[in-house]
């Protein structure tokens, strides 16, 4: 009898320490079909929308063997700075008051995570987000007190309301409806996940928020889980679209543990689409949500619950905008 508890006991370590073997060679070595044409699908850098000078910025630290971390801080900033994006910093639409007020948060490889909420007067959230991740002992800091952080932090204080988003704001009071706009200009809040070339992951998220929102409001884009999540083990994921339905189902989060379960990153964002198609239909039917998410091999995914979401993807030398499958077709 003892022997045969041995026996079984000795298949049963031999059968997990196969297992733990398979699964370090999953973790380091690239699968066979990690290689296309000839190159590794790492590094790679996937963002919301057409953000294909994000994507290039990201690439050129990337290609030189750079951090993922400066990669995505990098592309988020080519958001940031551009006055034509007006969902994303300076040019950003205001709040109802006028009030441009910013979100952005980011995370590293090894779970660090920093983040900015109603932020005033910066013009690189990201980067402020960045510096509350490696100077504070804080996650998120809001407000007037982001501000002050990012005043001392050397940011100078700027006017981020465009004369183009006061017209818009002065042309919105008219009537004053707030009606979220499904694919606004098909450029919008940027979400940009990578991984780099020593297969670190991180991701960046930042966002002027919903246009003409109430004083006050703070979106999914800078919530650790909803707008954006990093696993090193595993992925990465970032949220565009209405941030009440990416906080409520906490998106991202979602996503990242999918992929932790073996799902490949497109089935992985489309169960947290269907998530909350399921939970809230009717909110569904009238809004757009959009996830892309990388996992650490390099395969991506991206879906929408309405059609016209793309998203850019730089990758193997080319930098891409592919239009993202949805789950309503309108
Ligand atoms: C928010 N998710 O504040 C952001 C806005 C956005 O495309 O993504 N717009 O809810």
Redesign the pocket.
């Known amino acids: 009898m003892p022997s045969r508890r041995l026996f079984l006991k000795n298949t049963l370590l031999a059968g997990t320490g196969m297992l733990a073997g398979i699964e370090l060679w999953r973790q380091w070595l690239p699968f066979p079909d990690d290689v296309v044409g000839g190159s590794t699908r790492w590094p790679a850098v996937i963002a919301t929308w057409d953000n294909r000078k994000a994507t290039a910025a990201a690439w050129q630290i990337l290609s030189a063997g750079g951090r993922a971390l400066d990669a995505v801080e990098a592309g988020a900033r080519v958001a940031e700075a551009d006055p034509n994006d007006t969902?994303v910093g300076y040019g950003g639409l205001p709040d109802r008051d006028g009030n441009v007020t910013l979100?952005a948060c980011i995370m590293d490889e090894f779970g660090n995570a920093g983040s900015v909420t109603y932020l005033q007067h910066i013009k690189h959230p990201v980067s402020v987000a960045r510096r509350v991740m490696e100077k504070t002992p804080h996650v998120i800091l809001s407000g007037d007190g982001a501000l002050e952080f990012a005043l001392s932090e050397g940011f100078p204080k700027e006017n981020l309301l465009t004369e183009e988003a006061r017209r818009a704001w002065e042309a919105w009071k008219v009537k004053s409806e707030y009606r979220p706009v499904i694919n606004s200009e098909r450029h919008?809040?940027i979400g940009i996940v990578a991984v780099d070339a020593q297969r670190r992951l991180s991701g960046a998220c930042s966002?002027s928020?919903?246009a003409f929102k109430m004083r006050g409001r703070v979106?999914?884009?800078p919530i650790i889980g909803a707008?954006m999540f990093v696993d090193n083990e595993v992925g990465a994921a970032a949220?565009?679209?209405?941030?009440e339905l990416?906080l409520k189902t906490l998106g991202s989060f979602l996503i990242v543990e999918e992929m932790r379960r073996g799902k490949h990153p497109q089935k992985a964002v489309e169960k947290a689409i269907r998530r909350i198609a399921q939970k809230y239909p009717q909110q569904a039917r009238e809004n757009q949500v959009g996830f892309v998410a990388l996992d650490r091999r390099g395969r991506h995914g991206a879906f929408s619950l309405q059609p016209g979401f793309n998203y850019a993807l730089f990758q193997a030398e080319q930098n891409l905008v592919f239009e993202a499958a949805s789950l309503f077709a309108r």
């Open positions: 969902s979100d919008d809040t966002t928020g919903m979106g999914d884009s707008g949220a565009t679209g209405l941030g990416v």
